[in-house]
């Protein structure tokens, strides 16, 4: 995969959130996008987040908010530690998880 320069340089951005910033500065990409970028090049620390998997997640108690209209790095920060617990409680890695939901 040839990853743009634009690309590359939001994923050296160094905290989590800083990370989604940059991704979603680029035209056309959006949370889920962002958050699919970062669980291709990191699927041992990221997941992706779409209204899909956090309504999974909701529906068996794990969030107890709707999917956000406009969802921002709060909510990823959000799901991304409620998919931790979870991965841990299963015994899974996120990747894994991803799939289950």
Do not use: I
Not at 2 to 16: I, N, P
Not at 61 to 68: D, F, R
Not at 90 to 96: E, K
């Amino acid at each position: 995969m040839d990853l743009s320069a634009e690309t590359v340089d939001a994923m050296a951005a160094g905290y989590e959130t800083r990370k989604l910033e940059r991704l979603t500065e680029l035209r056309g990409v959006d949370v889920p996008v962002a958050t699919a970028f970062l669980q291709f090049l990191e699927p041992e620390r990221y997941s992706v987040m779409s209204d899909r998997e956090w309504s999974a997640l909701r529906t068996y108690g794990e969030l107890s908010q709707s999917y956000p209209t406009a969802p921002g790095p709060a909510a990823y920060d959000r799901y991304l530690e409620t998919c931790r617990t979870v991965a841990d409680w299963c015994g899974w890695d996120l990747q894994t998880l991803y799939r289950a939901l």
